[in-house]
């Protein structure tokens, strides 16, 4: 197969994660005998200090006319400790996802039996987690109207969703769990917002259309509370915009380390692919920062194309190189890998197909 691949590395340890990423898709590239090419193009901080654009007009072109974008990270400290800065390197991402119509966000969050001990939370508590979070991406109070007084004293933001914006990820969520185990949480503030309400009524109706879909509600605040009390009883998650950015960052850690959890982000004619943690500035430029997220969405990126085959033998490397220990000092305080040691070592794996039927017969 042939893509097209817009390659926006970004900001902090984005270039040193997404330079793994492409590491990986090489290596199956080569492997599987694909054709795959990479274009890079500036967003976020850097693209602000460059042009003063954090999506530049031609990023957001490149992004359009490419099979596929992926992405690094985004953010700068300098930004994030100026209320007054009136360009953010985040504008840049938002404008993206909205540009290219990425409404649904999926975020899949599951324990890798080697790390079970890493967690902040006891083994008998994740043993079996396996859920995936289908957050709405375009909308909501991240793209709602927004107020400043002109005294600088009071703002607001509002949250707006259509029937067609909720109805369209619902689809796709409600398919989702029919293909796994069959059960979908709708996580919303329906015992106070208005919005919250709209959700509800959507989804319950959409839900009569798959019989084979358990169909379940919670309160966000409920719903935070249960994922650390039992996180396995989730299948899959659907939820608007905020709630799904800040349940999924709690899910994160489920697992041991951010560093771990990819993401996918689709629309009817596009596709990005990002790791779901942040340009973690302090780490930059260090070699220390865990690939594996990006590279766990570069897998994501091949199964979006049906490439099973190669998601699947990248998802076997990853979980090599875990069983080995090959992993970044997040993982184990005494390593001595970088990120690009862990990358290589995937990679390698994916060309070194007796590897792969060695870990088979385990
Ligand atoms: C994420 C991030 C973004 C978001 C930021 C960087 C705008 O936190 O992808 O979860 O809030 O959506
Ligand atoms: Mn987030």
Redesign the pocket.
Known sequence: MKLKIALLAGDGIGPEVAAQAVTTLQAVEETFGHEFSFTEALVGAIAIDKQGDPLPDETLALCKESDAVLFGA??HPKFDNDPTAKVRP?QG??KLRKELGLFS?IRPVKIFPTLIEKSPLREERITGTDFVIYRE?TGGI?FGEKFLSEDGTVASDLCIYSEEEISRIAHLAFKAAKGRRGKLTLVDKANVLESSRLWRKVVTRIGESYPEVTLDYLFVDNAAMQLILNPSQFDVILTE?MFG?II??EGSIIGGSIGLLP?ASVGEDSSMF?P?H?SYPQATGKNIANPVASILSAAMLLDHFELKEEAEAVVRAVTLSLKKGIVTPDLDPNSKYGTDDVGHYIASNIRDSDDFRGLNQE
């Open positions: 985004i953010g985040e991402l938002l966000n991406l991240y915009n950015d999924s960052d993401s990002e779901i942040g």
